[in-house]
């Protein structure tokens, strides 16, 4: 069953994309080339869009192998941060945890999340849980001058 892509607003920013997706293992794929188009379109530099597409992989992929129920991504976007939410029917919070197998694949997810995101989170809700994620893309603007006096 393929995603709706739901288009809230301009792309732009303060601009909102929002998708709803089955639990199956195709939607990771299809969450991830949803956010490299809004990310282009929003002119996101690309090493920062690689990270906020890693960090929708993992969100969409925990959320289809651990709660199994459909999803929904949310995307949005304010002047230097783009902020990630993935929404479904499991009750269960997400926890970070180390992989059980450091040589093994997978088990990595929310560690990625925590190494990308300025900030993460998980909250319950009436139906199940959201948990997301910020990540920066634009560096703070740096302040005055300083100036020296001389000695």
């Given at each position: 069953?393929?995603?709706q892509?739901?288009?809230?607003?301009?792309?732009?920013?303060?601009g909102?994309?929002?998708?709803?997706?089955?639990?199956?293992?195709?939607?990771?794929?299809?969450?991830?080339?949803?956010?490299?188009?809004?990310?282009?379109?929003?002119?996101?530099?690309?090493?920062?869009?690689?990270?906020?597409?890693?960090?929708?992989?993992?969100?969409?992929?925990?959320?289809?192998?651990?709660?199994?129920?459909?999803?929904e991504?949310?995307?949005?976007?304010?002047s230097?941060?783009?902020?990630?939410?993935?929404?479904?029917?499991?009750?269960r919070?997400?926890?970070?945890?180390?992989?059980?197998?450091?040589?093994?694949?997978?088990?990595?997810?929310?560690?990625?999340?925590?190494?990308?995101?300025?900030?993460?989170?998980?909250?319950?809700?009436?139906g199940?849980?959201?948990t997301?994620?910020?990540?920066?893309?634009?560096?703070?603007?740096?302040?005055?001058?300083?100036?020296?006096?001389?000695?």
């Amino acid at each position: 069953m393929p995603g709706q892509l739901t288009c809230l607003g301009a792309v732009a920013p303060g601009g909102t994309i929002a998708a709803r997706l089955a639990a199956v293992p195709e939607s990771v794929g299809e969450a991830r080339g949803l956010t490299a188009a809004a990310c282009a379109r929003w002119r996101i530099p690309i090493k920062v869009s690689g990270r906020i597409q890693v960090v929708v992989s993992e969100l969409v992929s925990n959320s289809v192998q651990h709660a199994r129920t459909p999803l929904e991504l949310v995307l949005r976007r304010t002047s230097s941060y783009v902020h990630v939410t993935v929404s479904d029917g499991d009750k269960r919070p997400a926890r970070l945890r180390e992989p059980r197998d450091p040589l093994q694949p997978g088990g990595r997810g929310l560690v990625l999340v925590e190494a990308f995101a300025a900030a993460w989170g998980c909250h319950p809700h009436a139906g199940g849980k959201s948990t997301w994620a910020t990540i920066r893309y634009r560096a703070r603007r740096p302040g005055p001058p300083v100036r020296l006096s001389p000695r």
